[in-house]
């Protein structure tokens, strides 16, 4: 299981960036894949999933901004009118655990410790 993401950069308050996570070792139609970043002396935050049946949840940070979906093996993250408070390393994860796919069932946010694959993650800095 390999996870690779890119697409982060830095971008003005207010725009756009695509981050992209490209897999390998299985197929996104088997599992649980969420997106998740981290601020320097922040925790890890959970902040959109996405199961087998492409029902999604989203951190409320987050809602009505960003958006994930898959294309082939790839998970996306589409990040929209970003905020300076945005700026984290972001990291997709994958997992096949009851736990992360109940909190997909029951609209949670994910959880770090219910995913069991990481990608190397990507910078995404926000400026005003």
């Known amino acids: 299981v390999k996870l690779v993401e890119s697409g982060g950069g830095s971008v003005q308050a207010g725009g756009s960036l695509r981050l992209s996570c490209e897999t390998s070792?299985?197929?996104?139609?088997?599992?649980?894949m969420g997106w998740f970043r981290q601020a320097p002396g922040k925790e890890r935050e959970g902040i959109a999933t996405?199961?087998?049946?492409?029902k999604t949840t989203y951190a409320d940070a987050v809602k009505g901004r960003f958006t994930i979906s898959k294309a082939g093996n790839a998970l996306m993250l589409q990040m929209n009118s970003l905020k300076p408070e945005d700026t984290a390393i972001y990291y997709c994860?994958?997992?096949?655990?009851?736990?992360?796919?109940?909190?997909?069932?029951?609209?949670?946010?994910?959880?770090?410790?219910?995913?069991?694959?990481w990608g190397q993650g990507t910078q995404v800095t926000v400026s005003t």
């Open positions: 994860a994958a997992s096949w655990s009851r736990r992360a796919r109940d909190a997909v069932v029951a609209g949670h946010a994910p959880r770090p410790e219910d995913f069991d694959y």
């Open positions: 996405i199961d087998s049946r492409d």
């Open positions: 070792g299985y197929t996104l139609g088997t599992i649980v």
